[in-house]
């Protein structure tokens, strides 16, 4: 698994799915025809640079880069804490 | 929504992009008040959508820096350590301090990296022949592979937990401080380092942007505006950034971090 191939092809998805979801929810909320289609892809969007780092995360692992995939977890874990402080 | 609304906001959104991917700056200091003033938001619904618009940049960008190389993912998992670290510490002491003091110390800090930026020419040390340590990366230049050696990696880790102390403490100040530290005393190339920091301000909005999201603080409307927009204008950064030189480009970004001094210098004003 190459890290920026992967790391750029789960941004990619991210950013497309995204986009999608925000314009065809921004459509159907105009039509008052709810807006959790918006809402969905407003959290895709959100989601995709988490998501970028677990794919680093695993392409290190998986191409036995132990320092570097040691980083990626570490910064999860930061992540992850910090989240819970702010909620 | 009106229209002229949602334009405004597109415009808004595609200025936030460039910014992030041409100078790999959030621009929260330039786009919050706007989002206040101009268009009426409360300040916390105006964070929260100058996040989404931040990381809708980040990843717009990031497709294409990151797919070619030239943001530094490994650096940029490493220094968002301390950063995101720096961010949580900042927020635990941000209630001791003034508003004022710490928004004077903000626009000191980047009036002196501006001025660095004109005054230091930009320094890469080159891996001595075929040296392949752990700091050692390349990245694609205009004129094929450039090869660098990252410097002073704790001392940069360690400061950019001040840059996230500071960011997390005044809402501005990650990538005002974060590229000209990688860029002058970590001597990564500009092109490297604004990529990367593209790279890194996605990571960081989001460990806002979803604390915001949970706590039920964004408009979705305005968010989708501004994201838009922000995809536009990071694709066209994109573009723009391949046919500026180094030495352009951290001119340029010298210019925007004065402009954000002047925007926080104006902010004290308003507190005082």
Known sequence: ?87 | MEPLTMVGLLVLGSGAGIIGSLFGLGGGILFVPILTVVFGLAPTEAVAVSLIGIIAGSVGASTVYVDRGQSNVRLGLLLEITTAAGAILGAMVATMLEDWILLLLMAAIVIYSAVRMIVNPERIVEPSGDADGDMVFEYPGDDGPVRYEVQNVRGGMALCTLAGMASSMTGIGGGAIKVPLMNIYMHIPIKAVSATSSYMIGITAFSGAITYLLAGQVLPDYAAFVAIGSFIGAFAGVAVSRRLNARHLRRYFSVVLFAMAGMVLLQVGCVI
């Open chain 1, 1 to 87: 698994m190459n890290l920026n191939r992967s790391t750029a092809a789960t941004l990619r998805v991210g950013m497309t799915l995204g986009v999608a979801m925000i314009v065809i929810g921004l459509v159907l909320d105009s039509l008052s025809m709810g807006d959790t289609v918006l809402w969905a892809g407003i959290t895709v969007l959100i989601a995709s640079p988490f998501l970028g780092v677990l794919t680093s995360a695993a392409a290190l692992l998986t191409s036995g880069d132990r320092r570097w995939a040691a980083v990626a977890l570490v910064l999860i874990a930061i992540i992850s804490v910090g989240i819970v402080l702010s909620a």
